[in-house]
């Protein structure tokens, strides 16, 4: 069976590797971080954990509401009690932090971070058409088939620095696809918040769009923690700005909720392509090349994890 590359260890990429997987496929993922998940992100800062992704997810598609009652079988997922203004569906989350969805996902899988891929090159492959990824740490990785699930304006770019015939793929369309920004703060409490059950704030007004309450989610345990997400214009107008004060902004925003006496430390992540604003209405882009190119994630669909998930599932199929 035809060989295939998934560019892009999110959420997008792990379902269509575990698909194609299942069917028989030789497949290699490939992320350029240090581990898989995208914005389904956890980090763990000295005894506590701390959501700074992707908060909660829902369910509407059956398929979807399928892996899902799969994850709360095998408890890697579980239901935190919250929604959000517009938002009455049933909220999941990551049982110990989003993370272990898609390390969940991962299982099995053969996955290679630390490669930041930024050329395709079509090649002959013992007279069928395929594809060279080249990785800026030198490597090469060969393949019949590639899919592209990093967010658009990162695939677009790869795209472009590839060289391919302008006909071969929609551009416009994935210059169509726009994300906002999100500058995240996690800070290590000595303390409880003074956040109601069950455990999550919205302030009505100011920078910060909400504060997720760690502890009272039930994903830290051992040490209170809060994330902290600003909201998307303020991202976008100090996205480059000094993390300590923008850091200490945020936290000064919140602080009827979570008292600066118990703000033990904090540390700042920045998310360059946070939320999609603008999708594309199908699953995915098929390029009109020999060898088969396929580009989703969750800037296709309905977006956010569910669309991602779909998108997978959809690349996956079309690859047979």
């Known amino acids: 069976?035809?060989?295939?590359?998934?560019?892009?260890?999110?959420?997008a990429g792990l379902t269509a590797a575990r698909k194609l997987m299942q069917k028989g496929h030789t497949v290699t993922v490939l992320d350029k971080g240090r581990g898989v998940g995208g914005r389904m992100a956890t980090r763990r800062i000295e005894q506590s954990r701390a959501d700074h992704g992707a908060q909660y997810f829902t369910a509407h598609n059956p398929e979807f509401s399928a892996f899902v009652e799969e994850l709360l079988l095998n408890s890697i997922a579980g239901i935190w009690p919250v929604s959000g203004p517009d938002d009455d569906r049933l909220p999941y989350i990551g049982r110990d932090g989003m993370s272990t969805i898609p390390k969940y996902l991962a299982q099995g899988l053969n996955v290679v971070t630390g490669e930041r891929v930024v050329q395709l090159e079509k090649i002959d492959r013992a007279g069928t058409p395929g594809w060279r990824a080249i990785a800026d740490t030198g490597h090469t990785f060969e393949a019949d088939q590639?899919?592209?699930?990093?967010?658009a304006p990162q695939a677009l770019t790869l795209l472009q620095d590839s060289n391919l015939d302008p006909t071969d793929i929609d551009l416009n369309a994935l210059q169509a696809i726009t994300y906002t920004p999100c500058i995240a703060v996690m800070a290590v409490l000595s303390g409880p918040t003074n956040i109601q059950k069950p455990g999550?704030?919205?302030?009505?007004?100011?920078?910060?769009?909400?504060?997720?309450?760690?502890?009272?989610?039930?994903?830290?345990?051992?040490?209170p923690s809060v994330t902290i997400q600003a909201g998307g214009?303020?991202?976008l107008a100090h996205f480059d700005d000094d993390l300590?004060?923008?850091?200490?902004?945020?936290?000064?925003?919140?602080a009827s909720v979570v008292?600066?006496?118990?703000?033990?430390?904090?540390?700042?992540h920045r998310w360059r392509y946070s939320l999609t604003e603008t999708r594309h209405?199908?699953?995915f882009l098929r390029a009109h090349t020999d060898a088969p190119l396929l580009v989703g994630g969750d800037g296709f669909?309905?977006?956010?994890?569910?669309?991602?998930?779909?998108?997978?599932?959809?690349m996956a199929e079309a690859l047979g």
Do not use: H
């Open 281 to 283: 209405p199908e699953p």
């Open 259 to 268: 008292p600066p006496d118990r703000v033990v430390s904090f540390q700042v």
């Open 200 to 223: 999550a704030y919205w302030p009505e007004q100011g920078p910060v769009a909400w504060v997720a309450d760690n502890y009272q989610k039930g994903i830290s345990p051992n040490q």
């Open 233 to 235: 214009a303020f991202s």
């Open 301 to 314: 669909g309905p977006g956010n994890v569910e669309g991602a998930y779909l998108s997978g599932l959809a």
């Open 244 to 254: 300590t004060t923008v850091g200490q902004t945020l936290l000064q925003a919140v």
């Open 146 to 151: 590639v899919l592209l699930t990093m967010p």
């Open 1 to 11: 069976m035809p060989s295939i590359l998934s560019i892009g260890a999110g959420i």
